[in-house]
């Protein structure tokens, strides 16, 4: 793929390197390109990193060919929610692992990506740029090259939509508390004074008597934040059995990543990507009477 850029007049005797970096071409890519690829031009004409650019100059250069993988090709079913150059957004079911580890070497969803780009005739790596737990579904966020990945994590914003057990009223309301490690647990977290900053704003979008159903904004990114934080105010997850939830009405923790915002890493466009409700939240949501009253225009 060719980058391409046109010097504005504020940008007159930049040196080009600074010029890039300004436009978020991360150094490692710069470096990359000068020695793994064939370097950039101005005009068509090949141009040093430490060299001036001047106003009206087209800026070109190719990006270099992508890495090897070490992710198997697999026919993992996978749902393209977007798609295009720079980005693609897969709708992950709840009960399929993001990326291979040790206890999920295979099945997962990079293993699904990289068989779709195999089907496809492409080559290409697995770069999710928003990762979320196994039994959560909905959005994720994949970069598409090594240019797109740093714009697109400093753009992403999601919003996920869960239902917690117990009757909040209707509203904003936001629970700011350290999340570290818990000590009985390999996996678990916990507020704690010695745990980092952590922020999660939320809207309760309706609530009946047993479940309520919210829209959670996490400001930080720590693991497990959603989950950890609406024990903490005393409404666990449902399903979340890990923090005080109960499995009786669903059998997984009721978490969906539902809204996606990011910008084009070239124009700084924003894209809106949603996706509903997967049919075990759908019941879950429709037996306590949640789902009536909001809309996604209110996510």
């Given at each position: 793929?060719?980058?391409?850029?046109?010097?504005?007049?504020?940008?007159?005797?930049?040196?080009?390197?600074?010029?890039?970096?300004?436009?978020?071409?991360?150094?490692?890519?710069?470096?990359?390109?000068?020695?793994?690829?064939?370097?950039?031009?101005?005009?068509?004409?090949?141009?040093?990193?430490?060299?001036?650019?001047?106003?009206?100059?087209?800026?070109?250069?190719?990006?270099?060919?992508?890495?090897?993988?070490?992710?198997?090709?697999?026919?993992?079913?996978?749902?393209?929610?977007?798609?295009?150059?720079?980005?693609?957004?897969?709708?992950?079911?709840?009960?399929?692992?993001?990326?291979?580890?040790?206890?999920?070497?295979?099945?997962?969803?990079?293993?699904?990506?990289?068989?779709?780009?195999?089907?496809?005739?492409?080559?290409?790596?697995?770069?999710?740029?928003?990762?979320?737990?196994?039994?959560?579904?909905?959005?994720?966020?994949?970069?598409?090259?090594?240019?797109?990945?740093?714009?697109?994590?400093?753009?992403?914003?999601?919003?996920?939509?869960?239902?917690?057990?117990?009757?909040?009223?209707?509203?904003?309301?936001?629970?700011?508390?350290?999340?570290?490690?818990?000590?009985?647990?390999?996996?678990?977290?916990?507020?704690?004074?010695?745990?980092?900053?952590?922020?999660?704003?939320?809207?309760?979008?309706?609530?009946?008597?047993?479940?309520?159903?919210?829209?959670?904004?996490?400001?930080?990114?720590?693991?497990?934040?959603?989950?950890?934080?609406?024990?903490?105010?005393?409404?666990?997850?449902?399903?979340?059995?890990?923090?005080?939830?109960?499995?009786?009405?669903?059998?997984?923790?009721?978490?969906?990543?539902?809204?996606?915002?990011?910008?084009d890493p070239l124009t700084g466009e924003q894209r809106r990507i949603e996706s509903t409700l997967p049919p075990d939240m759908q019941t879950l949501a429709y037996e306590n009477g949640l789902l009536a009253g909001w809309d996604f225009a209110q996510l």
């Amino acid at each position: 793929m060719e980058l391409r850029y046109i010097v504005p007049p504020e940008a007159e005797g930049q040196r080009l390197g600074l010029f890039l970096r300004a436009r978020g071409v991360t150094a490692g890519l710069i470096r990359s390109v000068k020695h793994a690829g064939n370097g950039f031009f101005a005009d068509g004409v090949p141009l040093h990193t430490d060299r001036p650019v001047h106003a009206g100059q087209c800026i070109t250069f190719v990006l270099p060919p992508e890495p090897a993988t070490s992710v198997v090709p697999q026919p993992v079913p996978i749902t393209i929610a977007y798609e295009d150059d720079f980005a693609a957004v897969l709708d992950k079911p709840a009960g399929l692992a993001v990326h291979p580890t040790l206890n999920y070497p295979d099945g997962t969803l990079a293993n699904g990506w990289i068989y779709h780009l195999q089907q496809a005739g492409r080559t290409g790596v697995f770069r999710p740029v928003n990762r979320i737990d196994k039994n959560t579904s909905g959005l994720v966020l994949c970069a598409q090259n090594a240019f797109a990945a740093p714009l697109l994590g400093a753009s992403a914003e999601k919003r996920y939509l869960a239902i917690v057990q117990g009757q909040l009223p209707l509203g904003p309301g936001r629970v700011e508390a350290p999340i570290g490690r818990r000590g009985d647990s390999i996996i678990g977290r916990c507020v704690t004074p010695q745990g980092k900053y952590s922020l999660t704003e939320y809207q309760v979008l309706a609530a009946g008597k047993n479940h309520s159903l919210l829209a959670c904004t996490p400001r930080t990114g720590r693991t497990h934040q959603i989950r950890v934080h609406m024990s903490y105010i005393g409404h666990p997850l449902a399903g979340d059995t890990l923090y005080g939830g109960s499995a009786a009405a669903i059998g997984r923790h009721a978490l969906h990543c539902a809204v996606l915002w990011f910008c084009d890493p070239l124009t700084g466009e924003q894209r809106r990507i949603e996706s509903t409700l997967p049919p075990d939240m759908q019941t879950l949501a429709y037996e306590n009477g949640l789902l009536a009253g909001w809309d996604f225009a209110q996510l």
